[in-house]
């Protein structure tokens, strides 16, 4: 919460609608299509069977508290499992979990003993806490510490439970540019050489291509 105040009056505000449309240039610029990262075997391989969808959808449907902006699915995080076998992933902002499905999903087809470590903060008056996360299945929980905190705490208990040298990162929590600004640097400094770093969203602002 003094986090949220302290952002209202910094200066300088980093979310004008011209900075915005400039970040949006750039990554439209950038853009490139999944096949040049030659994963379209493995996300074919994405094939969550269908009681764990089920379970999903039932779930998502139950949660009526607004707490949403997942989907599923889009692959990349699943193929990149599967396909560099890695182990050590990190993600920031879970929502009701289908990212987090994801990971788990392909964790366990990988057959590896991978881990996930999740961070949230269910924003303080909505009630959202208890359906953080809420369309993994509970099968797909033993790979998985969840940790609903803000990222400005969560994150250092994360990176306690994984240890440096992370695989893969999937950044998907704060956008602004400040809470940007202020995670990327802890969470590259921990990212193993040759591990990747995906950021969510990152035309809202311009601190992905500063940072
Ligand atoms: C876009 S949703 C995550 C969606 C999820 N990765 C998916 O694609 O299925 C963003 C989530 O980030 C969380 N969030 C926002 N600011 C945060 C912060 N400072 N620390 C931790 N979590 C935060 C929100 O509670 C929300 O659930």
Redesign the pocket.
Known sequence: MVEELARKFRKPHRGSKAEQKSATDRCHGLAMSLEKFLINEEIERINIPAHLMTYAWEREHENVTG?G???PFEGLLGSLIISKNYKKIL??????????LEVLWALGESGNDGVLVS?????PTKN?EKW?GCVVPPDLEKNWVLIK????F?LFGALENLGNQLDLV?Y???KSYW?RMWAYPIIWDNLRQGGVFIS?DVGYNLAFFEF
């Open positions: 707490l902006a997942g989907g993600e920031t902002g879970v929502a009701t979990g289908w990212t987090s961070t949230d903060m269910p924003y959202f953080v905190k803000p990222d400005r969560g999937h998907d929590s704060d809470g969510d």
